[in-house]
């Protein structure tokens, strides 16, 4: 089987089982009414191939480049929260982006932008529960057809939903980041003896390392700590719905945002370090994360 047939199949399954959800349709299709043009542009595109992939792809150096040759990347209409790699046959892999994790990243981040814009004009009897609950609900309830919530971003200027934008980009790119780094990595070699959480943690290290490729050639006010901050959407799903216990092989979001805070030092420019540590120290605050 190649990985074109595999994907085929998968998408043929699940948009069986799925419907017509397509979250990220509709958030272009919100787009499109914001926006312009340029835009309705971007809503036709390959969304994985002709925006994530391709800076990522130049930040890998040419060596590392040389690992990552058969990878067919797509997204599939799947409900979960979920990414991952297959290993398709001995030459090809498979990427798989589940566009419900492609969208919540994308909701999470206009979230954060209406959320501060509120407190900054003086609504500071907002509970954080109000904005992030509906996040929540959408998770728990991953078969019942609900969509993302929408808000309204119309007193948002146009540079900040700009910003909504690229900073969900970012953290999505990390993600398929962390993906390829699995691939690079072998970590699909039967002889590799490592365990699952010692590969995540490496995959995610890598996938750093990729990034900080990135933001250092682009024009985009991006840095390091956007992309890590994903960690903290893990972490309000975790703290509501449950942390992987202790015996567990996955590691909790704290616990990955904790290496890449101890082992990528050198990337890490010293405003990242004192974000990446106030997230530690915020995260730490279980009950601030519960969402009633
Ligand atoms: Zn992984």
Redesign the pocket.
Known sequence: MTAKEMYEEMAARYIKKTGNIDPLRKIYEKYVTNFDAMVEKISKMDFANEILAPPLITAISADDKKLLKKILIKTLPIDSINA??IKVNDSEYLVVLNERLLSLIYTYQEIQFVSAQKYLKGERDCKFSKYYSPLIDCYLTPNSNKTLPVFDLSYLSMQLRLMIGYNSIAKEQFVLA??LA?IFLNHFDEADKKTFKE??FE?DIQALRWMANIVEHREIPIELSTCVEIFMLFHLIECNLGFPDKDATHPASIERLTNIYQNCGDVLSNEDKEFIGSMIMNACDIDSFIIE
Request: proline share 0%; glycine share 0%.
């Open positions: 991952h790699s962390h993906e699995h590969k995540e995959a």
